[in-house]
Nanobody, 113 residues
Framework: QVQLVESGGGLVQPGGSLRLSCAASGIIFSIYAMTWYRQAPGRQREWVASITTSGATNYADSVKGRFTISRDNAKNTVYLQMNSLKPEDTAVFYC???????WGQGTQVTVSS
């Protein structure tokens, strides 16, 4: 069956960096576009970034210039490099296969001093 497993979350100080990973199994990873979402406490889940099968990327305005999405098809993994983190980035981050209802379980990112 399809599985998406996120990792790499944690507690980081404002201005710090984290790299999230999402490992996929049960699919031919290279044929799927991938996306990251996040959900902050008391807020709706929001789109963060996407990457196509050819590596083209797109970002929400709130993270543009600070976050970078990438993929390694040999490892069936999509990444989200997050730099210059702000307290408002605190959320549970989820990866998702675009055009499917397959989500990961989420990984918590907390930005606090």
């Amino acid at each position: 069956q399809v599985q998406l497993v996120e990792s790499g979350g944690g507690l980081v100080q404002p201005g710090g960096s984290l790299r999230l990973s999402c490992a996929a199994s049960g699919i031919i990873f290279s044929i799927y576009a991938m996306t990251w979402y996040r959900q902050a406490p008391g807020r709706q889940r929001e789109w963060v970034a996407s990457i196509t099968t050819s590596g083209a990327t797109n970002y929400a305005d709130s993270v543009k210039g600070r976050f970078t999405i990438s993929r390694d098809n040999a490892k069936n993994t999509v990444y989200l490099q997050m730099n210059s983190l702000k307290p408002e980035d605190t959320a549970v981050f989820y990866c998702k296969l675009i055009n499917t209802n397959y989500w990961g379980q989420g990984t918590q990112v907390t930005v606090s001093s």
